[in-house]
Antibody
Framework: EVQLVQSGAEVKKPGESLKISCKGSGYTFTTYWIGWVRQMPGKGLEWMAV????????RYSPSSQDQVTVSADKSTNTAYLQWRSLKASDTAMYYCARPANRSSWFGFDLWGQGTLVTVSS | QSALTQPASVSGSLGQSITISCTGT?????????VSWYQQHPGRAPKLMIH???NRPLGVSNRFSGSKSGNTASLTISGLQAEDEADYYC???????????FGSGTKVTVL
């Protein structure tokens, strides 16, 4: 089965670091872009970043640039989203997603189940 | 980058047709055919309904259709059904930051 499985919910304090994961299976992981989307409580979707695990090309939205880092481990078919220093405003659901076509990063047709990150003192 | 503009809410009766608009600029919606539409039910991950302006992924009902005119993309849902009640988001490639941007979201209510 083609799927993306994300790591479990996290509760962190402001200033702590965090790395959440997204494991792809059922397809050739290195041939599709992987994107990350944020959804703050009760709010809309925000496009954060996208990365190609095969050649490591990475794009960030202006608001995510310098705030998070995306990476991937080809040996385990896993993508990561990490923070060096969390803020309360990072509290959100984070989704990883894969596009429908190998040739672009547009149109995410495969989604992970989401990872809820709560940052609170 | 600014989100694409969608109406906050749209409603329709069972069996009716509704259209959701997504307005951008010639740097995003108007300049490229990389417009997608997503459906999101509460507590669920989004689901791709339309990509590349008007293409439906396998398994998506043909009651959903997409189009574009100038800087505005549209999603039409025909034969409205109860299960269509959800939030809908458009997205588009944007040259203003060479990435992608989502719309503000539209809550669809089936009366």
């Amino acid at each position: 089965e083609v799927q993306l499985v994300q790591s479990g919910a996290e509760v962190k304090k402001p200033g702590e670091s965090l790395k959440i994961s997204c494991k792809g299976s059922g397809y050739t992981f290195t041939t599709y872009w992987i994107g990350w989307v944020r959804q703050m409580p009760g709010k809309g979707l925000e496009w954060m970043a996208v990365m190609h695990p095969g050649h490591s090309d990475t794009r960030y939205s202006p608001s995510s640039q310098d705030q998070v880092t995306v990476s991937a481990d080809k040996s385990t078919n896993t993508a990561y989203l990490q923070w060096r220093s969390l803020k309360a405003s990072d509290t959100a659901m984070y989704y990883c997603a894969r596009p429908a076509n190998r040739s672009s990063w547009f149109g995410f047709d495969l989604w992970g189940q989401g990872t809820l990150v709560t940052v609170s003192s | 980058q600014s989100a694409l503009t969608q109406p906050a809410s749209v409603s329709g009766s069972l069996g009716q047709s509704i259209t959701i608009s997504c307005t951008g600029t010639n740097s995003d919606v108007g300049g490229y055919n990389f417009v997608s539409w997503y459906q999101q039910h509460p507590g669920r991950a989004p689901k791709l309904m339309i990509h590349d302006v008007s293409n439906r992924p396998l398994g998506v009902s043909n009651r959903f259709s997409g189009s574009k005119s100038g800087n505005t993309a549209s999603l039409t849902i025909s034969g409205l059904q109860a299960e269509d009640e959800a939030d809908y988001y458009c997205s588009s490639y944007t040259t203003s930051s060479t990435v992608e941007v989502f719309g503000s979201g539209t809550k669809v209510t089936v009366l």
